[in-house]
């Protein structure tokens, strides 16, 4: 009984893979298309995905979205933008997997709870612009953001931060926090903070800003153009399985006298 138990969920699990479907989101509701993201999360199962057509006049889907499954939210054109005016929340029990490519976003991409506490939840924001926060400071969640354009924070547990031009003011641009002990994360887990362009004009604040003492840091080849500090380390994972790398960085160091700025370039 045990053999056939284990059996029927391998070949459900296929299954469900297989009749993963595409549901399309248009502003006319043309073809059966849902007139909103959420209404067609809403109908979507784990591991469907949401094609989004632009709509006429480059005009944004305004509303706020709940994303509580496995789903990819796509753009209906290669290499296109769909717009969206509102918040992105993402609240998972259970594992899921959530893509976001292509989506221009005025507001946050968040998670205002911690994830499942069995595993993580993986979250993807690819190729989009982001006027907001890109905050998961909070259990459980492993995020890639990568080849994004942000005018707002990144705040981040676990994951990478890759390839992405980022830019705040008001608050340390980047952020790598520690994850409760309750998570017990791999002893050897890495973030990575690569290949990006991050900007901190701030005299209070930091571009980038790490205190995580559970797990290791990459933080190589990024163009750091910073008002206090460029990097700041707070805390480190002690555990000998691993090693920090912090290299090959470009620094550019912005200064106001009076009314006057002026910019050191620091060799």
């Known amino acids: 009984m045990r053999k056939f138990t284990t059996v029927f969920l391998a070949v459900f699990a296929m299954i469900s893979t297989v009749n993963a479907v595409d549901l399309q989101v248009k502003e006319s509701g043309a073809g059966g298309a849902y007139t909103s993201i959420s209404a067609a999360h809403t109908a979507a199962n784990d591991g469907d995905r949401i094609i989004i057509e632009t709509r006429s006049g480059g005009a ?14 796509l753009s ?3 290499g296109g933008l769909y717009k969206v005016q509102g918040d992105i929340d993402i609240v998972t029990t259970t594992p899921k997997e959530v893509t976001i490519i292509g989506m221009d976003i005025t507001g946050n991409i968040i998670a ?3 994830g499942p506490s069995a595993s993580r939840t993986n979250v993807r924001v690819l190729y989009s612009t982001v006027l907001g926060r890109i905050n998961f400071d909070k259990n459980n969640f492993d995020v890639i953001v990568a080849n994004c354009t942000i005018n707002g924070q990144v705040t981040i547990r676990s994951g990478k931060i890759i390839g992405n031009t980022i830019s705040h ?11 409760a002990t ?9 973030i ?7 900007s901190c004009l701030s005299n209070t604040y930091y571009a980038i800003t790490a205190s995580s003492d559970d797990h290791f840091y ?8 910073y008002g206090k500090r460029g990097i700041s380390i707070a805390n480190f994972n002690s555990n000998t399985v691993g090693t920090d790398n ?14 006057s700025s002026f910019t050191i370039y620091l060799a």
């Open 60 to 73: 944004a889907y305004i509303e706020n979205i709940t994303i509580t499954k496995s789903v990819q939210l």
């Open 76 to 78: 209906n054109v290669e």
């Open 112 to 114: 205002s709870s911690n």
């Open 169 to 179: 003011n008001t608050s340390n641009t980047v952020s790598i926090k520690t994850e």
């Open 182 to 190: 309750n998570h017990a994360p791999a002893l050897s887990d890495t």
């Open 192 to 198: 990575q903070v690569v290949g990006n362009r991050i």
């Open 218 to 225: 990459d933080i190589s080849n990024n163009y750091i153009y």
């Open 246 to 259: 912090i290299n090959n960085n470009t620094f550019r160091k912005h200064a106001t006298i009076g009314t």
